[in-house]
């Protein structure tokens, strides 16, 4: 049996009302900028499926994620376990989980979930007769690693070099763009999915609901024929959209949006294609340490635990934070493996630090390998061990970075060896 594929997607934009999370803070939309979107990809091989499902959402919980994965099982039929679920991070989307002072939207939630299953029956019957494409290109204008060392040490995060105190950038950024694209045999394009490692801020702290830069891409990638592209978030927990080099300078969301789907499109007029591309997947579920909550970590007067914005949230946090680590003991997390002919994904269900996903993606050769962040879970950042001497917000404890700094380096030896598996 050739390759079979189908795309569906479907509106998820919230009602007026409804909170939204990204800023941790409380922010009730008055207006929608542009539509956000569930999309769903259904690919067969030789009888063996993929499906993949994205959020133009800040994240998926690993509970909403199995709660789609059980029902498209039970009304479909099909195998759970080669479901991916990842959200694209967008900042401008709404409270699908706790964030800071912001409550999930249980309601909103329900809705989500019922739209995802009735888009994964459309992309189901929308299987026709496909070739599959690799493509490949490279970004370095929109992205850059916003995590700035200063002299004492330290790191500012979003920090810029107007600082007299400003010394070198922590790390690197990941230029590659990854671009699978789905086409009739020798025909018109069916859809496409999109591999890059970049937060999506737009908006995040303004009352709009947006889909953010991904949202725009998928648009112009549809202006050129391309009907239906997931984006799959890479490792971008320390990437962003601002130039620490050139202060107020920002790139827009239509900007980063446009520059990447052009990238894209070049990706895609470059693939080979082929009809029956090599499937399988594989998985496993890990246990995670967290940090261990002592009084200075607490306080934030631990080095590499200082405190990033208002004190009050963390304060208003720890109580239930410190908690939920003493009764858990540990964090379940679940590592997704799939194979698509020459290339080969693994997910993190985080924001990882980009040196993590370049580690990944090295250690994977001779395979093509690409990360997919924030996808079937999520355990909050992820830095490298050696960001947590340093600081920063995304080493400051708190919920949304609860992990020890070994967690890294657990994740990228569990990614390694399920893409050898």
């Not at 009302?17 to 990204?22: D, E, Y």
């Not at 690197?172 to 069916?190: K, Q």
Request: proline share 7%; net charge neutral.
């Amino acid at each position: 049996m050739s390759l079979r594929a189908g795309f569906a997607e479907i509106e998820i934009t919230p009602p007026i009302g409804t909170h939204k999370i990204g800023w941790l803070k409380v922010i009730t939309p008055a207006r929608v900028r542009d539509p956000l979107f569930a999309r769903v990809a259904v690919l067969e091989s030789a009888g063996s499926p993929l499906a993949f499902v994205q959020l133009d959402t800040l994240s998926v919980r690993w509970t909403t994620a199995n709660e789609i994965r059980t029902r498209v099982r039970e009304r479909y039929g099909f195998p759970p376990e080669r479901i991916l679920v990842a959200a694209t991070h967008n900042h401008g989307g709404p409270a699908v989980a706790c964030a800071g002072v912001v409550p999930r939207d249980d309601a909103y939630l329900a809705t989500l979930v019922e739209k995802v299953i009735s888009a994964f029956g459309q992309a189901l019957e929308a299987r026709e007769p496909a070739e599959l494409g690799l493509g490949r290109g490279v970004n370095f204008g929109v992205g850059n690693n916003r995590r700035v060392i200063m002299r004492d040490g330290t790191v500012k995060t979003h920090g810029t070099f107007k600082d007299p105190g400003a010394l070198c950038l922590e790390g690197p950024l990941d230029p590659e763009l990854v671009a699978v694209g789905l086409r009739r045999p020798g025909g018109a394009w069916l859809g496409a999915l999109v591999n890059y490692a970049l937060h999506p801020t737009h908006f995040g702290g303004e009352d709009v609901f947006t889909a953010g830069w991904p949202g725009a891409m998928a648009n112009a990638l549809k202006a050129r024929g391309v009907p239906f592209t997931l984006f799959l978030n890479g490792a971008f927990g320390n990437m962003s959209h601002s130039d620490p080099a050139q202060p107020g300078r920002a790139f827009g969301m239509e900007e980063v949006g446009g520059a990447l789907a052009e990238t894209a499109w070049q990706a895609l007029q470059g693939a080979a294609f082929e009809a029956e591309p090599a499937f399988a997947a594989r998985a496993v579920t890990l246990r995670l340490p967290y940090r261990e909550p002592s009084a200075e970590q607490v306080l934030g007067t631990a080095r590499g635990a200082q405190r990033f914005i208002d004190s009050k949230l963390y304060d208003r946090e720890m109580p239930k934070l410190v908690e939920r680590i003493r009764a858990r003991g540990a964090q379940p997390a679940e590592l997704l493996a799939f194979d698509l002919g020459p290339l080969s994904l693994v997910t993190l269900p985080c924001e990882a630090f980009v040196e993590l996903g370049l580690r990944i993606k090295e250690a994977a050769h001779p395979r093509r390998a690409i990360v997919v962040g924030a996808a079937n879970g999520m355990i909050g950042y992820v830095p490298t061990r050696q960001a947590f001497e340093r600081g920063g917000y995304e080493t400051t404890f708190i919920a949304s970075s609860r992990m020890a700094p070994e967690t890294g380096d657990l994740l990228v030896e569990a990614a390694v060896k399920l893409l050898r598996a």
